[in-house]
């Protein structure tokens, strides 16, 4: 079976673990192993908690649940080789007022060119991590917008996706990423700024 490897235990990481629990092979990788074990013991899985790199190491997936500068650091240190690798990064400004870079680049290229031999996938920037807290069924249709290069790698993260009870929006290559990124700020700026509350996601509405 496809193992993923959830690195960074903060809230995306907790709820893709959570949304995730008893439907795929999933190893955890923490810099914090005891608070990681506390974690996996609410789960159902009785999953390995294991070093960030370890947990990298052993997994087919590796879904990056870390800011963005703590990701991109990550990727360049660890052999991400053959790997499919999810970023699902917002590259934010520390106070969230906007994004640190675009228009000519993304996050998520960013993170492919320090990892040449990953096969990077844009995923879940949309999804604000509360929504992982309620029942799947409520967010099967919310979609998840896909950015990446390689065909087989985005089958796998649609797979991954749909187990975590989205469906997906297939945005394009990976430099569809810097669309799919400032789409996150627009979130951000309604959630929080524009005071709508996390509990809110774009999709594409056709008429
Ligand atoms: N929160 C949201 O609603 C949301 C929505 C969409 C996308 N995102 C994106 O998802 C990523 C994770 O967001 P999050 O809300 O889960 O963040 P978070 O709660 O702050 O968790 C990030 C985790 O990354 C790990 N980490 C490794 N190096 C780090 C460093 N230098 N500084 C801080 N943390 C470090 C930590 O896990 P360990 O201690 O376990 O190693 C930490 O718990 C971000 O890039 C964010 O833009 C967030």
Redo the contacts with the bound molecule.
């Keep these: 079976m496809t193992k993923s490897a959830i690195?960074?235990?903060?809230?995306?990481?907790?709820?893709l673990a959570r949304r995730l629990d008893g439907k795929t092979d999933l190893i955890l990788?923490?810099?914090?192993i005891t608070?990681?074990e506390n974690f996996a013991a609410t789960l159902s899985q009785g999953l390995r908690v294991t070093s960030?790199q370890d947990a990298a190491a052993a997994a087919d997936i590796v879904i990056?649940?870390?800011?963005?500068?703590?990701?991109l650091?990550?990727a360049k240190s660890t052999n991400l080789e053959g790997k499919v690798v999810v970023d699902?990064?917002?590259?934010?400004k520390e106070d969230f007022s906007g994004l640190t870079i675009g228009h000519s680049t993304s996050a998520a290229e960013e993170i492919q060119a320090v990892a040449p031999g990953a096969r990077v996938v844009k995923a879940?920037?949309?999804?604000?991590?509360?929504l992982l807290d309620r029942p799947a069924s409520d967010t099967s249709a919310t979609p998840v917008f896909l950015a990446g290069d390689d065909e087989a790698a985005i089958a796998s993260v649609t797979r991954l996706v749909e187990l975590s009870g989205f469906t997906t929006e297939l945005a394009g290559g990976l430099n569809a990423a810097r669309l799919v990124e400032p789409l996150?700020m627009l979130n951000i700026q309604l959630g929080y700024h524009q005071g709508r509350g996390?509990a809110i996601a774009p999709a594409w509405q056709a008429l």
Excluded: C, H, Q, V
């Design positions: 690195i960074g235990l903060g809230n995306m990481g907790k709820g990788g923490t810099r914090d608070g990681g960030p990056l649940a870390l800011p963005y500068a703590a990701a650091a990550f699902l990064t917002n590259p934010l879940y920037n949309t999804i604000f991590a509360s996150g996390t």
